[in-house]
């Protein structure tokens, strides 16, 4: 019986399970599907709500802002999950790249320009301030990716930028096309090699080429490398609309290396209750297709994400719940403070920071400040105190805090 339980699949949820499993708990994962790697852009964005470097951002976050995740933790916790997090990256040859000093500004599917403080490095050559001409190359066949309109809303903003279509060789025409089915296509040397020649007709003077990021599944540097040799130019990728393909490997890597460690997924149950005295979870249950599952724990890491992510709903009434163990949400008190006037309020709507408040060990806190379950750490989106999509910070407060409820649990940390 595994006594030490993950709830929730995402970024937070993956960490926080290898943390634990790399300590010898075993621990075993149970998420309702999968978490929010399948639709995020595959890169880790620590900060990026203003100028502040990630690195200073990081050092002066506790001043201005005690409550909020990575004050909690510390700036040196966080630095510790990035070291961690690129040396598996590395080790299962999909390294990430950048640094907390400054933010890489990358594209996107639209053409705007998005800072990234890790990215994976099939993403790397698309730095804008690398500087000269760059190619968007695309499929008709790809929906929700124009290379002309991301070239157009590029050159607006003084990027030197220029759109072309591809052609599908006639032996991969498919009936329906999708990211998954392109990068299973880009895993094939013949499909890369075709698709290479005709970026090397089109490229023209350019030395960069960006493509959706949907080079391979199985080896994208292999992927990558190939392109380039073929093309004559640095390949890049940007991120698509879900599902995600950079993310789709997040989500393998962090598997591969959670069962070699002897931790255990379990998709498809979706936690609904726990049960605990005095102060310590005791039980919780899951609920498959056929029946519901008791477990009995030792200890449990909650990570089953904020109001994107289904780990907190809310109802017409102005209810706010979370909706695994049923702990307090610190949020408005009613619907009318939900949300700012302006859509576009530089400070955001105050529903997105709803959250469970925690201790600096992250163990929940109930209305009256008092730790609800000393055997229970928070993690993720999950955690109150900020708009993680605000501030750009919603995949680095993951890991970061993932990392650190593990280490909590584990008692790897006082």
């Known amino acids: 019986m595994r006594t030490t339980i993950v709830i929730g699949a995402g970024l937070s949820g993956l960490m926080g399970a290898l943390t634990l499993a790399e300590a010898g708990l075993r621990p075993l994962l149970l998420a309702k599907g ?11 964005d620590v900060w990026g709500a203003d100028e502040r470097t990630p690195y200073e951002a990081l050092r002066t976050i506790s001043e201005s802002h005690p409550a909020h995740p990575y004050a909690l933790i510390g700036a040196g916790v966080v630095e510790e999950a990035i070291e961690r997090f690129r040396a598996l990256t590395e080790a299962a040859r999909y390294p990430y790249v950048g640094g907390l000093e400054r933010n890489v500004l990358l594209p996107t599917a639209a053409g705007a320009l998005r800072p990234a403080t890790l990215l994976p490095v099939t993403m790397a050559a698309g730095d804008v301030r690398l500087g000269g001409d760059m190619v968007i190359a695309g499929f008709r066949e790809l929906r929700d990716f124009y290379p002309p309109f991301i070239a157009a809303n590029l050159s607006a903003q003084g990027i030197a930028a220029r759109g072309v279509y591809l052609t599908i060789p006639p032996a991969f025409h498919r009936r329906e096309y999708t990211t998954v089915t392109f990068a299973r296509m880009f895993d094939d040397p013949t499909f890369r090699s075709d698709i290479g020649r005709q970026l090397r ?16 599944l199985r080896d994208p540097l292999g992927a990558v490398a190939h392109l380039q040799n073929e093309s004559g130019a640095q390949v890049f990728e940007i991120p698509t609309l879900p599902p995600s393909v950079p993310g789709m490997r997040l989500f393998a890597l962090f598997q591969n290396a959670l069962e070699q460690a002897g931790g255990r997924l379990q998709i498809g149950s979706d936690v609904i209750r726990g049960e605990g005295a005095n102060r310590r979870l005791t039980v919780v249950w899951s609920e498959a297709a056929a029946r519901q599952q008791e477990h009995r724990i030792e200890r449990a890491l909650l990570a089953t994400g904020g109001i994107a992510g289904g780990g907190i709903r809310t109802d017409h009434t102005g209810t706010v719940r979370e909706t695994a163990l049923d702990l ?20 955001g709507h105050a529903i997105y920071a709803a959250g469970i408040a925690t201790d600096a060990h992250l163990r929940p806190l109930g209305a009256d400040g008092e730790v609800v379950y000393e055997n229970v750490a928070v993690a993720g989106a999950t955690l109150a105190g900020t708009d993680t999509v605000r501030e750009r910070s919603r995949s680095g407060v993951s890991l970061a805090t993932g990392w650190a409820a593990g280490r909590i ?5 006082s």
Do not use: E
Not at 201 to 216: C, D, E, H, S
Not at 330 to 343: I, Q, V
Not at 409 to 413: D, I, R
């Open 328 to 347: 307090p949400i610190r949020a408005p008190a009613n619907r009318a403070g939900w949300f700012a006037p302006r859509f576009l309020d530089p400070q």
């Open 201 to 216: 007709v089109q490229r023209g003077t350019a030395t960069r080429i960006g493509l959706p990021a949907v080079l391979g």
């Open 34 to 44: 999968q978490g929010a790697t399948h639709w995020t852009a595959g890169t880790i």
């Open 409 to 413: 649990l584990a008692g790897l940390m």
